[in-house]
């Protein structure tokens, strides 16, 4: 799946036990994966209105900061690679 590309790949895991055959085979063949799984299991409804379910403004930060701080520990986020 990564073979010849040329970047940086890093697969998002957002839910999910930490036995998920995908996330363990994509880990045995060298993908990174950034774990994006918020500790309670589930994301926060903190959108406008009460029909969206969909994850909102603190959730998203949430997000960022995890991958920054993979970023970070590769050496990604200034244009290096560990």
Do not use: Q
């Amino acid at each position: 799946m990564t073979k010849g590309l040329d970047g940086r790949i890093a697969i998002a895991w957002l839910m999910g036990s930490d036995d998920d055959p995908v996330i363990v085979h994509l880990r045995e063949k060298g993908v990174s994966v950034i774990d994006l799984r918020l500790e309670n299991g589930t994301m926060y409804k903190d959108t406008i209105g009460t029909k969206d379910r969909h994850p909102g403004p603190m959730t998203h930060h949430d997000f960022y900061v995890k991958i920054w701080n993979f970023m970070t520990d590769k050496g990604w986020n200034n244009n290096t690679s560990k």
